[in-house]
């Protein structure tokens, strides 16, 4: 079993440690914008996340913490980054 999902797949309460920004699949020029753009919001590679507020429709956008930051990202754009779940936080449980 892994703990390592797209943060698409996150949902209200999931809290993590981003393990990879993009897909790493330069082909198309418009994964390589928005790798950029998400490092440059502060997706980086360790950054610690909390799941906060996911929309009505379609859950679509979310919100989530980001260090210190509150960031809002539609979904599509959250699947380019992969997080390590940490277990003790998932959907919101107890430590």
């Known amino acids: 079993m892994t703990d390592t999902i797209k943060l698409s797949q996150a949902r209200r309460g999931d809290r993590g440690v981003i393990v990879q920004v993009g897909t ?19 997706f980086v590679e360790g950054a610690r996340i909390e799941m906060l507020h996911e929309g009505l ?3 679509d956008p979310i ?12 979904r599509h754009e959250a699947a ?15 430590v």
């Open 24 to 42: 790493h699949c330069h082909h198309q020029d418009h994964e390589v914008e928005l790798e950029r753009r998400l490092l440059e919001l502060g």
């Open 57 to 59: 429709f379609g859950r």
């Open 63 to 74: 919100a989530m913490k980001v260090d210190d930051m509150r960031v809002a990202l539609r």
């Open 80 to 94: 380019s980054l992969m997080i390590r779940l940490d277990r003790h936080h998932q959907n919101g449980g107890a």
